[in-house]
């Protein structure tokens, strides 16, 4: 039998860790259960990654990455700001309505880490990076069309992953496509609002 190097098995446990976790959820992804999904000897696993860890901030990179380059081919060219954060939306939210367990396996590794002191690191890098991410599109955005912020960017994106996030959610749990719509174009008016300057700031009780 032919040998595999590690940077050839490497897409294979990855691809394999994300059918399995994806089916049957993050508490069945042991590397034991990931190198049977493949089927591989449990040290290979091992000897890929290094550690289970280090498997799931590669199933986290995976997902994100795919997700980011649908948004980033839906990034019109020619079209005003506003436009372009609708169009980008929209491209997200199909992810969410085509690709829901993607979403929901991001979900369950992000509470995973939450909780795992050795998987923290890993969930700050994945969200620094899909702010980072958001941030130049809006940068990129506002540049191409001329469009002045009147807050910085990674505000908005801020704004946006964290709006955006709530509502995916919402269709992961009670989809409800009727209501789903003005949800949506409510997130993609305020994000406007927020980078025009135009969002009414409401004075909040001491938190």
Do not use: N
């Not at 990654?49 to 799931?56: H, R, V």
């Not at 801020?158 to 174009?185: I, K, N, V, Y």
């Amino acid at each position: 039998m032919a040998h595999v190097t590690a940077a050839e098995r490497r897409p294979q446990l990855i691809k394999a860790a994300i059918a399995l976790m994806t089916r049957e959820g993050v508490a069945a992804g042991s590397t034991r259960a990931i190198a049977a999904e493949l089927g591989v000897a449990q040290a290979t696993v091992h000897y890929t990654f290094g550690t289970k860890e280090d498997l799931y901030r590669a199933v986290m990179e995976q997902l994100t990455d795919t997700l980011v380059r649908h948004v980033k081919e839906s990034a019109p060219v020619d079209a005003g700001f506003e436009e372009t954060v609708a169009a980008m939306t929209a491209a997200l939210w199909r992810t969410v309505r085509e690709r829901p367990a993607d979403h929901q396996l991001l979900t369950e590794l992000t509470l995973l880490a939450l909780r795992t002191p050795a998987l923290r690191e890993v969930l700050d890098s994945h969200y620094r990076e899909v702010v980072d991410v958001t941030t130049t599109l809006v940068s990129e955005a506002a540049e191409r069309t001329g469009h002045r912020l009147a807050v910085p960017a990674p505000t908005v994106a801020r704004f946006f992953l964290a709006a955006f996030d709530g509502l995916s959610l919402q269709h992961l749990t009670l989809p409800d496509e009727e209501a789903e719509l003005p949800g949506l174009q409510a997130l993609v008016s305020s994000v406007v609002a927020l980078a025009d300057g135009t969002l009414t700031p409401v004075p909040m009780p001491a938190l």
